[in-house]
């Protein structure tokens, strides 16, 4: 996206859909990465998707919206089926194809490296105060877990409003972390699912890591140019 120079983010369309949503669409990756897709997950999402204006802020998204929003009712158990199978297949099967969806493990060169990577990401963590509740034993550098602190550090830079420095402060926090750690490995584990996956939904994920990620960093960062 482009904007003219007298021209802030937030007074456009795309800005202000992109500012609203974003949390939106990173809990969709969070908890399709992160979660089985049983009926109870899937079908709070399937009643959403015609609804949300910001799947459509990218072309993996919009192809998601579609497949979601054609599916009847009776369909739905279904495809929760084949497509928790097709987690298993590709990320906690026992031949799981993608079993360990980590920044460590895409970026390190070996025992030593990860565990610098590892510590990287705490002090990121610690350093913002953020603490989080993990369910299934998640490490801090997995996909899940480090979209949720994009998430959480978005939502306290929006609560932050009328705080200019606080605000800023977890502008670049996020933008940070995005170009130091998500933006190094992510691109790679995008190329993968997109090949490996079988079904809409894990297809379509892959397409929206690969894309909404830069994205959403492009935003970031002219954000950071209105406020300063």
């Given at each position: 996206?482009?904007?003219?120079?007298?021209?802030?983010?937030l007074d456009t369309?795309?800005?202000?859909?992109?500012?609203?949503g974003?949390?939106?669409?990173?809990?969709?990756?969070?908890?399709?990465?992160g979660n089985?897709?049983?009926?109870s997950l899937?079908?709070?999402?399937?009643?959403?998707a015609a609804?949300?204006?910001?799947?459509?802020?990218?072309?993996?998204?919009r192809r998601?919206?579609?497949?979601?929003?054609?599916?009847?009712?009776?369909?739905l158990?279904?495809?929760?089926?084949?497509?928790?199978?097709?987690?298993?297949?590709?990320f906690a099967?026992?031949?799981?194809l993608l079993?360990?969806i980590?920044?460590?493990?895409?970026?390190?060169?070996?025992?030593?490296?990860?565990?610098?990577?590892l510590?990287?990401?705490?002090?990121?963590?610690?350093?913002?105060?953020?603490?989080?509740?993990?369910?299934?034993?998640?490490?801090?550098?997995?996909?899940?877990?480090?979209?949720?602190?994009?998430?959480?550090?978005?939502?306290?830079?929006?609560?932050a409003q009328g705080?200019?420095?606080?605000r800023l402060?977890?502008?670049?926090?996020q933008?940070?972390?995005?170009?130091?750690?998500l933006m190094k490995?992510?691109?790679?584990?995008?190329?993968?699912?997109i090949?490996?996956?079988?079904?809409?939904?894990?297809?379509?994920?892959?397409?929206i890591?690969?894309?909404f990620i830069?994205y959403?960093?492009?935003?970031?960062?002219?954000?950071?140019?209105?406020?300063?």
């Open positions: 996206m482009t904007t003219t120079a007298s021209e802030r983010l369309t795309e800005g202000t859909r992109w500012l609203q974003r949390g939106w669409v990173y809990q969709l990756l969070i908890d399709f990465s089985s897709p049983s009926l899937m079908a709070p999402w399937q009643r959403q609804l949300r204006e910001e799947l459509a802020l990218t072309e993996g998204g998601l919206q579609e497949y979601l929003g054609e599916l009847e009712p009776c369909e158990s279904k495809v929760c089926q084949t497509e928790t199978l097709e987690y298993e297949r590709l099967g026992p031949d799981a079993p360990c980590c920044e460590s493990i895409y970026c390190a060169a070996d025992q030593r490296s990860g565990q610098r990577c510590q990287n990401i705490r002090e990121a963590y610690a350093g913002c105060g953020i603490v989080f509740n993990k369910l299934q034993s998640e490490t801090d550098d997995h996909l899940a877990i480090e979209l949720e602190f994009i998430a959480v550090a978005g939502e306290h830079m929006d609560d705080l200019p420095e606080s402060m977890w502008l670049d926090t933008i940070d972390f995005l170009e130091n750690h490995w992510t691109p790679r584990l995008s190329n993968e699912l090949a490996l996956a079988r079904t809409p939904l894990y297809r379509e994920i892959g397409h890591v690969g894309e830069p959403d960093l492009q935003m970031l960062r002219l954000l950071r140019k209105d406020l300063t």
